[in-house]
Structures are given as structure tokens and as C-alpha cells.
């Protein structure tokens, strides 16, 4: 495949020939992913003609931008989100869900206590490992919403993008301060 006939008005999707869903099957993902760069990587047109370097260069981010998107479960659903709305609409807003909150500010103190217990690495393992569930569950009940997408399963699945979103950034905290203990030791 030259770069040239790569289709830059394909989806994600349309682009590694895969469904339109949640779900995806990161083995057929990785394969397509190496099969495109095969043939779009800039190094391989390094004595080409400016055209082609350009094209191989936009050929080569794009390729490298959906399947970034695609690999990450939250960019996929806000990806999704998007391709089905219009607007993945999730960046300035957070969950409306009180009981989610509450327990989110919980995991936060827990984590901010973490420095302190006689075990901070445990603490902080702990915690990631209740955002990793929490990130699963979600992960399924955004597989169902999207496997039949409707404006009522499209709602619901932007509430949990929001949740999503915010275990995320959890999550990178409680790895920096992982990070962080790990070099006091």
C-alpha cells in the first residue's frame, strides 16, 4: 500500500478493519497497526519525492493517532462518542452520579494517606487496584451501551466517560505518587 491511497476520510474503525464498538480485539488491532506502519512509516521514503514524504508523514500520524485511540479505552469511548454525536462533550463536565463522588473522594483521601501509613507503596497498590476494578466494570457497561447505541444508551454512555475520565486521572496520581515513594526507598 502506498501512502497515497490511504483513505484519510475513514474512521478509526474503517481504517484498522474493525468493527464499530466498544469491544475491540487488540491482537487484530496491533497487527493492523504493524501492517500500516509497514507501509506508511516516513523512513521509508526517505530518498522519495517531497510529495510522497509528506504524505507518508500524514499517512504515518494518522495511522499512529487511531490506534492510539483505539488501544485506550477511554479515548475509544469518547472517540465513539464523538463519531455517534457529533461531540464527545465530556471534557468540562464531571459524573452527576453523588454516590460515585462520594466515593471518589474517599479513594482521594486514601491516597493522600497513603504517604503517611507505615506501608505507602501497599496503600497506593490498593488503590490502584480499586480503580482498575472500577475502570473494568465500566469498561463492560460501555460495550453494552455501544453495541446498540440510541440517544438514551448514548447519554448513559457519556455519564460513564465522565467517570471514566475521572478514575483515569486517579489513576495517573496514584502512579506518580508510586513513583514518587519508590524513590524515597
Do not use: W
Not at 488491532?29 to 506508511?40: G, I, M, S
Not at 504515518?60 to 479515548?75: C, G, H, I, M, W
Not at 473522594?105 to 507505615?118: D, I, K, N, W
Amino acid at each position: 500500500m502506498n501512502p497515497a491511497v490511504l483513505d484519510f476520510s475513514k474512521n478509526y474503525f474503517e481504517l484498522f478493519d474493525l468493527p464499530l464498538g466498544f469491544t475491540v480485539d487488540a491482537k487484530r488491532l496491533a497487527e493492523r497497526y504493524r501492517a500500516l506502519q509497514a507501509v506508511t512509516h516516513p523512513d521509508r521514503f526517505a530518498v522519495a519525492a517531497e510529495d510522497e514524504k509528506r504524505l507518508s508523514l500524514e499517512a504515518s500520524t494518522q495511522v499512529n493517532e487511531a490506534y492510539r485511540t483505539l488501544k485506550d479505552p477511554l479515548a475509544r469511548a469518547k472517540y465513539l462518542l464523538e463519531l455517534h454525536t457529533g461531540d464527545p462533550g465530556t471534557d468540562s463536565e464531571t459524573s452527576k452520579d453523588g454516590a460515585f463522588l462520594m466515593e471518589q473522594m474517599e479513594l482521594r483521601e486514601t491516597l493522600a494517606e497513603a504517604q503517611t501509613s507505615p506501608n505507602p507503596r501497599a496503600a497506593v497498590a490498593t488503590v490502584l487496584t480499586h480503580l482498575a476494578e472500577q475502570s473494568v466494570a465500566l469498561d463492560k457497561e460501555l460495550a453494552g451501551l455501544f453495541a446498540a447505541p440510541s440517544p438514551a444508551s448514548l447519554d448513559a454512555a457519556r455519564e460513564l466517560v465522565r467517570k471514566l475520565q475521572f478514575l483515569d486521572k486517579c489513576r495517573r496520581d496514584a502512579e506518580e505518587l508510586d513513583a514518587a515513594i519508590e524513590g524515597h526507598y
